[in-house]
């Protein structure tokens, strides 16, 4: 398969601080194994930077060359992406941190709304307490992986004032604000659950502006710098840090039903809550469930049909099937290389909370089969070693 110039969007790493540069073939065949074939005349020839300090993922100091086709849709790839390290087609899956233009952030949000939100959102009560907001969402225009805000309000807060916590908000449309009145009083708490799951605040703040909001370290920092109509400049009221993550705490009536962990060894900077009532785990990027079925449930069937090799590949490399051997080696070899035992400690110690449900940001709810699913994905990171 030949593929055109005009249609790939390549990168070109050059180091700063490393000394010695390294083939990344060897690292995609330990992602890849067998799970996906290499399309004919497809060479795996990116090259990247042995570690040495970091930028982001603690990797090489890297600058990158974005050589982008003029009429390749500019969506932002995100500071702290993590994918293959590869250049599929006309999508580059990043492994690594690096610099952006700028006009990649101006129109961010632009690229990720769906230009018809309310018609696409499945709005889902998972539990009595809990309901979820799922919308569409492909990574570059191309990988499905769907969107997914989590309202939840524990019964604590629910019996006195019924205000509600907010997940990785995404977009308030009629239909949610029509919503909302049914589940509680108003919007207490605004989560941003990482470094990328943020587009969508100012728009919730707007709107319910006694809202407190909670992130991780160097989001307010990131949004301050985003030339973004849709991203404001709002105080957090609770950012957490990496040195004093399990002194930090929220808000009693929060703390009452929720614990957290701050996995700060993982490239996004992953919040993960536990809601005690129900037994649920919240979170972001830390675990995917692809496909995105639901997510895609309300699109075009020839919409929904449309997957091509980087989509594929992709999904191998983050779903829960089988043995999921592609998830574990990207949790093992990308997403926590840069700090291995920190993130092995933060995995540890969710996994010793009593929860049965995970709501992933992309991918499908686990309900019931959520722990044994934890337990399979993050197996190595449990035992200290592959």
């Known amino acids: 398969m030949s593929i055109p110039k005009s249609q790939i969007s390549a990168l070109k790493f050059t180091s700063t601080t490393a000394s010695s540069v390294g083939d990344i073939s060897a690292v995609s065949r330990r992602l890849l194994g067998e799970t996906v074939a290499k399309p004919r005349g497809f060479s795996f020839t990116t090259r990247f930077a042995s ?75 998972i539990s009595p307490n809990v309901t979820t907001l799922s919308v569409p969402f492909s990574r570059f225009g191309t990988i499905k ?111 009452a039903d929720f614990e957290y962990e701050f996995v700060d060894a993982h490239p996004n900077k992953e919040l993960v809550f536990f809601y005690k009532p129900e037994k649920i785990l919240i979170q972001a990027d830390l675990m995917f469930n692809l496909p995105a079925t639901e997510q895609y449930s309300k699109v075009p069937e020839a919409e929904r049909q449309k997957s091509g090799f980087a989509d594929r590949l992709f999904q191998s490399l983050q779903n829960t099937e089988g043995e999921a051997k592609g998830t574990k080696r990207m949790l093992w070899y990308l997403m926590s290389r840069s700090d291995r035992p920190g993130f092995n400690d933060s995995v540890q110690r969710i996994n010793k909370w009593d929860f049965e449900t995970i709501i992933p940001c992309h991918g499908e709810t686990m309900i019931g089969n959520g722990k044994q699913l934890f337990e399979k994905i993050f197996e190595w990171h449990l035992q200290g070693h592959k």
Do not use: C
């Open 51 to 125: 570690r040495r300090r970091g930028f982001h993922t603690r990797s090489s100091r890297l600058r990158a060359q974005h050589l982008i086709h003029e009429s390749a849709p500019h969506t932002p790839l995100g500071s702290s992406f993590a994918g293959t390290g590869l250049v599929l087609g006309i999508v580059t899956i990043g492994a690594f941190s690096f610099y952006h233009r700028q006009h990649l952030y101006s129109s961010m949000s632009s690229k990720l709304i769906p230009q018809n939100p309310s018609d696409v959102m499945v709005i889902r009560e």
């Open 145 to 255: 992986i769907g969107g997914r805000a989590t309202i939840g309000y524990p019964p604590t807060v629910r019996l006195s004032s019924g205000e509600l916590a907010v997940f990785s908000p995404v977009a308030l449309t009629p239909e949610v604000r029509e919503k909302l009145p049914q589940l509680g009083s108003t919007v207490r708490y605004i989560i941003a659950p990482d470094m990328e799951h943020h587009i969508f605040i100012s728009e919730w703040v707007k709107a319910f502006p006694e809202a407190r909001i909670i992130g991780p370290t160097g989001l307010p920092e990131k949004r301050a710098k985003q030339d973004d109509e849709k991203v404001g400049k709002e105080e957090f009221f609770k950012v957490f840090e990496a040195s004093k993550k399990r002194e930090t705490t929220i808000a009693p009536d929060f703390d």
